[in-house]
C-alpha cells in the first residue's frame, strides 16, 4: 500500500521560508515523476511544481519560480519543497503526489495516481 505522508507546514510570516517533506512508503519515489500541489480556500487544486524520475529536471508554476525549490532524497525517500520569501498568497493546503506519466504531463492533478493528506501553510501579514 503507497503512502505519502506530508509534514512540515505552519503559521509564519511574509518573507519567511519553510520546508515542506513528503516521506513515502510503499513504493520508491525514484520510479516515478512527483509534485507538489496546493488547495486555497474555495480553489481547485493547483499545480506548483514536479520533478523528474532523473531528478534532473524541474516544472516550477510562474507564481513560485525563483522561490521554491523541490528536490528528493533517494535514501530516505523523500520528497521535499524549499519555500523561500513566502506570501500571503501562499496559503493553501499543500499536497504531494506521485505521478502516472513522465514529467511533462504532471501539471494535471488528474494525472497523479497517490496522494498524501496535505499539510497546511499560513503566511500571515
Known amino acids: 500500500q503507497v503512502q505519502l505522508v506530508e509534514s512540515g507546514g505552519g503559521l509564519v510570516h511574509i518573507g519567511d521560508s519553510l520546508r515542506l517533506s513528503c516521506a513515502a512508503s510503499?513504493?520508491?519515489?525514484?520510479?516515478?515523476?512527483t509534485g507538489w500541489f496546493r488547495q486555497a480556500p474555495g480553489q481547485e487544486r493547483a499545480f506548483v511544481t514536479a520533478i523528474s524520475v532523473s531528478g534532473n529536471t524541474a516544472y516550477y508554476d510562474d507564481s513560485v519560480k525563483g522561490r521554491f525549490t523541490i528536490s528528493r532524497d533517494n535514501a530516505k525517500n523523500t520528497l521535499y519543497l524549499q519555500m523561500n520569501n513566502l506570501t500571503p498568497e501562499d496559503t493553501a493546503l499543500y499536497y504531494c503526489?506521485?505521478?502516472?506519466?513522465?514529467?511533462?504531463?504532471?501539471?494535471?492533478?488528474?494525472?497523479?495516481?497517490?496522494w498524501g493528506q496535505g499539510t497546511q501553510v499560513t503566511v500571515s501579514s
Open positions: 510503499g513504493r520508491t519515489l525514484d520510479r516515478s515523476a
Open positions: 503526489g506521485i505521478c502516472r506519466y513522465s514529467l511533462y504531463n504532471c501539471r494535471a492533478d488528474t494525472n497523479y495516481d497517490y
